[in-house]
């Protein structure tokens, strides 16, 4: 399989991720805060691996979003001004998951989503750029 064929790949189900993160905050009642912000984390984090691997980079097993956002800006300089989203959306990945981990309200859900939409829109052009 070609590096842009799994990168369209990864960034297909970043994409979904972000459908997943905007219905179950938009459209359930009750809101489901903690899974828009999961699912908001996942799809930043499956949108610039698939960056990653567009460039032949072998991506490390990691959830942690600045870390993964480093390495995108090694190949281009737009995700300098996405590490303070990385920053904010990296604790969904695992605290969000449990009861009384973080505190999330519809603001910090709506942010969130916002934030993985930057990313993966980011990731979305300059994959098809290629």
């Not at 009642?29 to 610039?48: D, F, N, R, T, W």
């Not at 009384?100 to 930057?118: S, V």
Request: glycine share 0%.
């Amino acid at each position: 399989m070609s590096d842009m064929t799994l990168a369209r790949r990864w960034l297909s189900r970043a994409q979904d991720d972000l459908l997943v993160a905007r219905h179950v905050f938009e459209d359930l009642h009750p809101k489901q805060l903690e899974i828009s912000c999961y699912q908001s984390h996942q799809a930043a984090e499956k949108a610039m691996k698939a960056y990653l691997i567009l460039n032949d980079y072998e991506y490390p097993f990691t959830h942690d979003l600045v870390k993964l956002c480093q390495l995108c800006l090694e190949f281009n300089e737009g995700f300098d001004a996405l590490l303070d989203d990385c920053a904010d959306l990296s604790p969904y990945a695992t605290q969000a998951r449990y009861p009384n981990e973080i505190p999330i309200d519809e603001a910090k859900t709506q942010a969130a989503l916002l934030k993985a939409e930057r990313i993966v829109a980011l990731c979305e052009s300059l994959i098809e750029a290629k």
